[in-house]
């Protein structure tokens, strides 16, 4: 497909609404993703590091 201008770059023949709005649905989904497996990670070593210190304590492994 070939633009004569900006605007019709951003219009998409018609289809700008759904294209641009797909990638910014795409964008923050992937960076929920990102946020919720740092989130999941810091919580691993959490627990990590508290069975570590008291590894006669299962309780602490569970929670």
Do not use: K
């Not at 923050?28 to 740092?38: F, K, T």
């Amino acid at each position: 497909m070939r633009w004569e201008s900006w605007s019709q770059f951003w219009a998409m023949g018609g289809y700008g609404l759904y294209v641009w709005g797909s990638m910014a649905m795409t964008a923050v989904l992937l960076g929920l993703e990102i946020l919720q497996a740092r989130l999941a990670r810091r919580e691993t070593l959490a627990h990590l590091q508290a069975h570590h210190a008291h590894p006669d304590h299962p309780e602490d492994w569970t929670a």
